[in-house]
């Protein structure tokens, strides 16, 4: 089973796209309402921000984790002690941003999170009954009024750059992971290297036309779900020849309910949160 591309305008969308999201973790959507001008000028704001100095000024705070992440900070993932090759810039509405891309991206995230809205009602729509009655609240609601939802803006540098001189025989620029969140609403990157994981343990690309949008479930769909949408392993791999002096932007927005918002019977979002975050600081160690 391949990652479908679905015509959001289609009438059976909802179906094509929630049985993709069921035997892969993954659908793509073409002729959406988010606009491909207004992504191309972000990545091309952004990445004007990461080749200047200015983000130094933004250096992340280690208690909201809010802002920039270097290279040297950037998270290794979950089992893995080699750190990726990226860096990358915590947007939060009530968070520290640059002002000059404040505006822009702030739309994009009020706006892709009014989407991710609709999808996640796709999703409840195409549960099973005795999957939805788990459901402690209708899905669309879990994100109403969220102040948990991070919209992440990556940067990974090319190959050739000084600071990976030595590391990108070993590493990669993300390594194999699960999200952690509910859904993950990702625009087609401007560089190829996303693949996903099938039930087979094969890794496949997945399709990223530039104006495609890319959605994932995550580790909170799958526990609140119990398992009926799968949160599954991605990665990024590292481009060769001549792509190696290359940039690559992307801009995953992770959908995260309310703290308290019931999970399952075992969690809520913050103490699942809570959990998995304290696994990603064990590994540091
Ligand atoms: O850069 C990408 O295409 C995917 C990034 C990703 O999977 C993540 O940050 O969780
Ligand atoms: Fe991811």
Not at 42 to 50: E, G, K, L, V
Request: proline share 7%; aromatic share 10%.
């Amino acid at each position: 089973m391949q990652v479908q591309v679905v015509d959001y305008q289609a009438a059976d969308a909802p179906q094509q796209f929630t049985q993709s999201l069921r035997e892969t973790g993954f659908g793509v959507l073409i002729n959406h309402p988010i606009s491909q001008a207004r992504v191309a000028a972000i990545y091309a704001n952004w990445q004007a921000f990461f080749n200047s100095n200015t983000k130094q000024q933004y250096s992340y705070n280690p208690s909201t984790y809010d802002g920039f992440f270097s290279t040297a900070h950037a998270e290794a993932a979950k089992g893995s002690k080699i750190a990726d090759l990226k860096e990358y810039y915590h947007v939060y509405p009530w968070g520290r941003i640059p002002p000059e891309l404040k505006d822009e991206i702030l739309e994009y995230y009020r706006s892709t999170s009014a989407l991710a809205a609709e999808l996640l009602a796709w999703v409840e729509e195409y549960s099973p009954a005795e999957v939805k009655a788990n459901y402690s609240e209708p899905l669309p609601n879990m994100i109403k009024d969220t102040p948990n939802t991070l919209l992440r803006v990556l940067h990974y540098p090319p190959l050739t750059s000084e600071q990976f001189a030595g590391m990108k025989d070993n590493a990669i620029r993300a390594a194999a992971h699960e999200d952690i969140n509910l859904l993950t609403i990702l625009p087609a990157a401007n560089e190829p290297g996303l693949q996903v994981k099938d039930r087979q343990g094969n890794w496949l690309d997945v399709p990223n036309d530039f104006g495609s949008l890319i959605i994932n479930i995550g580790d909170m769909l799958q526990e609140a779900s119990n398992g009926y949408y799968p949160s599954t392993s991605h990665r990024v791999v590292n481009p060769q020849g001549a792509d190696m002096s290359k940039s690559r932007i992307s801009l995953p927005l992770f959908l995260h309910p309310r703290s308290e918002v019931k999970l399952s019977e075992r969690y809520t979002q913050a103490s699942y949160l809570q959990e998995r975050l304290a696994e990603l600081e064990d590994k540091e160690d």
